[in-house]
């Protein structure tokens, strides 16, 4: 097959323009659910390159679609802009936050957006060079860190006319995601009792703190019953005022996870039972609030296939001898046993180099493996032929979620990183377009995987979107 090169080229001479784009979201550091100046910085940039943009996406006020185009094949690209709590950090080798405790975008979510969008940009841009029919996409989906955002977006049908659906990931590695993901659901327990004097009339308290205290005693008894695989964490989001008070209220927030849905369902409601239990036992009253769930990403072989050919023929990524330095540098700022631990976790061949930036392209190592993580973009795989790629942003032996990852994301280690994935989506995407055998065959790999089952929203019937959990720097 011959490549469409010129989509790359493209890009090339408009580089600058996402890089600032990058370096705003990175600067605006949002948090799930509150990404306002994000999503309304890449949505007015989209309107005004000719897209049509659709806002409030599953209810979701920063979530968007962009359009452009028309009849098929429609391939659609995945963004991404929320930041992490207080991950705030300077573009700097040495960890110094920006605002103590303020949010910083610790999983490289500035650069995952502005490619995908920047790859949709190309693809429109190729379109009308080349005259071909199709239809280009661009969503902005909010909130991927507390998996908010795609399982509403995909409940509102987004998804639901997609040919192929590309995304990426900032990563230390140049590969393909070719796993899968564990299923999750999230719950909030709130459960309201009675205040009293802790120490001159405690009997007259209901207290719901023990009852979350009691929840969380029963799930950890639960543990040894269910399946290795399985992982159910929690934290305490409110655990009352003073120790003279009997607490009122108070909530615990758990994620439930499992290999697929019929895994992990069965456990999410031993959980609720147990909640339920504490409520008898304590004589609260209790509330399941922001109940919604994931499933297990599903990879398509012959889109991850696509990608992969595209990674290995296009100009490969070069890091300078100073970038080398700045990326040994972070590492410098985590202890041995972590940096070891997160090597490891590449699952790299024994002959690959040990510089902190890795520019080779590696074939995927997690084919038929699920990781321990999740993600939304399961949403978007179980409705459409998906497939998502890794490239260097960050140093080998950085830990996921940390400062290291914010300071890369804000300089040029993580914008290289960043333009490679645009163009290897970008070029992926042209080639459907000239290749409609290949789409044919995406769709019927997805309808095996999925035994052509139609697609349901892991999520209560005229449950809401949540809302932000955590605050913005001001």
């Not at 968007?64 to 992490?84: C, K, N, R, T």
């Amino acid at each position: 097959m011959s490549r469409n090169w010129e989509v790359a080229e493209w890009l090339d001479e408009r580089q600058e323009r996402y890089v600032q784009m990058a370096n705003e979201i990175w600067g605006f550091a949002e948090v799930a659910l509150a990404e306002t100046k994000s999503c309304a910085l890449q949505a007015e940039f989209l309107e005004g390159e000719g897209f049509t943009v659709t806002r409030n996406v599953g209810d979701l006020p920063t979530a968007f679609m962009a359009e452009w185009g028309s009849g098929g094949p429609v391939i659609g690209f995945l963004g991404e802009y929320d930041a992490l709590a207080t991950l705030s950090q300077k573009a700097e080798p040495d960890q110094s936050p920006v605002t103590s405790g303020a949010p910083g975008h610790g999983c490289g979510h500035n650069l995952l957006g502005t490619a995908s969008l920047a790859a949709a940009h190309a693809l429109k841009a190729w379109l009308e060079m080349s005259g071909n029919e199709g239809t280009v996409r661009y969503y902005g989906c909010p909130a991927e860190e507390i998996g908010a955002g795609k399982v509403f977006m995909a409940r509102a049908g987004a998804f639901d006319d997609l040919d192929a659906c590309f995304t990426w990931h900032p990563g230390a590695t140049n590969t393909a995601w070719a796993g899968s993901s564990l299923a999750i659901d999230h719950i909030r327990f709130r459960f309201f009792g009675k205040t009293a004097h802790a120490a001159a009339s405690p009997e007259l308290g209901r207290s719901a703190l023990d009852a979350v205290e009691l929840t969380n005693i029963g799930v950890n008894y639960l543990r040894e019953h269910v399946m290795e695989s399985a992982r159910i964490h929690y934290v305490i989001t409110n655990g009352g005022g003073q120790p003279n008070v009997v607490p009122e209220e108070a909530e615990v927030w758990y994620y439930v996870r499992a290999p697929e849905r019929a895994d992990l369902e069965p456990i999410t409601e031993r959980v609720r039972a147990i909640a339920r239990g504490a409520e008898m036992m304590t004589e609260t009253r209790l509330e399941e609030h922001d109940f919604h769930g994931l499933h297990n990403y599903l990879p398509n072989g012959v889109l991850t296939d696509l990608m992969v050919n595209v990674m290995n023929e296009v100009e490969p990524l070069e890091f300078t001898d100073e970038e080398q330095a700045f990326a040994a540098r972070v590492l410098e700022g985590y202890p041995e046993a972590t940096r070891r631990a997160s090597v490891r976790a590449l699952q790299l061949p024994p002959d690959a180099p040990d510089d902190a930036l890795l520019s080779d392209v590696y074939l995927p190592e997690d084919a038929g493996k699920t990781v321990s993580g999740s993600t939304d973009v399961a949403e978007a795989s179980w409705v459409a032929p998906t497939a998502q790629i890794r490239t260097t942003c960050f140093a080998a032996g950085t830990p996921g979620h940390s400062w290291g990852i914010t300071a890369c994301g804000g300089m040029s280690i993580g914008h290289k990183g960043m333009l490679h994935a645009a163009k290897i989506m970008a070029v992926s995407a042209a080639e459907l377009v000239n290749s409609p055998d290949l789409i044919e065959q995406a769709k019927a790999e997805h309808h095996e995987v999925t035994g052509g089952k139609p697609y349901s929203a892991p999520v209560p019937d005229g449950a809401a979107p949540p809302k932000p959990q955590w605050k913005n720097a001001d």
